[in-house]
T-cell receptor, first 115, second 112 residues
Framework: DAGVIQSPRHEVTEMGQEVTLRCKPISGHNSLFWYRQTMMRGLELLIYFNNNVPIDDSGMPEDRFSAKMPNASFSTLKIQPSEPRDSAVYFC?????????????FGDGTRLSIL | GENVEQHPSTLSVQEGDSAVIKCTYSDSASNYFPWYKQELGKRPQLIID?????GEKKDQRIAVTLNKTAKHFSLHITETQPEDSAVYFCAAAETSYDKVIFGPGTSLSVIP
């Protein structure tokens, strides 16, 4: 089992640039979550998908953030344009939803630094 | 929506002692309560979880208790070891679609 795979692991870019974070969930999982973690705000849920459909995006901070899940094995989180306050660790997690809530498995995260 | 509070925010114990972390939640419809451990620079990892039809669950040195009436749940670590040092997050899941709300975390330090 390869686990949840995120890329890149680290990203450093200048403000104003577009940033794309990628996630491959565990095969067979049908729920996918994007989180942002900072010292100040802790672990925040940005958006989550169930069966590739966005269910709740109320945690997305601004219109500069967008997420897609074109198929069951791939999701992207895009920030355009990026700002220094977007600097954080972004985690993707996946789980299987089959009537009862199941454990989420996290990827190793993307450490994003916006200069 | 669900709100999860967690106490204490930091906890320091001597090796071999027990550690207890307490959480409260607001949504009485929540039925799934996982606990995650996050070591420095690593991803959160599930260490134990409990569902609302169970009052207590144990796994070696780790135990969780749940009081649905009072809407609180706790993590107990016995015989702590230095490798238990990490940030621990409690969480509560709403009843549909696996939306899990995390508490703010407890930084546990185990002193050798």
């Amino acid at each position: 089992d390869a686990g949840v795979i995120q890329s890149p692991r680290h990203e450093v870019t200048e403000m104003g640039q577009e940033v794309t974070l990628r996630c491959k969930p565990i095969s067979g999982h049908n729920s996918l979550f994007w989180y942002r973690q900072t010292m100040m705000r802790g672990l925040e849920l940005l958006i989550y998908f169930n069966n590739n459909v966005p269910i709740d995006d109320s945690g997305m901070p601004e219109d500069r953030f967008s997420a897609k899940m074109p198929n069951a094995s791939f999701s992207t989180l895009k920030i355009q344009p990026s700002e220094p306050r977007d600097s954080a660790v972004y985690f993707c997690a996946s789980s299987f939803t089959g009537g009862q809530s199941g454990p989420q498995h996290f990827g190793d995260g993307t450490r994003l630094s916006i200069l | 929506g669900e709100n999860v509070e967690q106490h204490p925010s930091t906890l320091s114990v001597q090796e071999g002692d027990s550690a207890v972390i307490k959480c409260t939640y607001s949504d009485s419809a929540s039925n799934y309560f996982p606990w995650y451990k996050q070591e420095l620079g690593k991803r959160p990892q599930l260490i134990i979880d409990i569902r609302s039809n169970v009052g207590e669950k144990k796994d070696q040195r780790i135990a969780v208790t749940l009081n649905k009436t009072a809407k609180h749940f706790s993590l107990h670590i016995t015989e702590t070891q230095p490798e238990d040092s990490a940030v621990y997050f409690c969480a509560a899941a709403e009843t549909s679609y696996d939306k899990v709300i995390f508490g703010p975390g407890t930084s546990l330090s185990v002193i050798p």
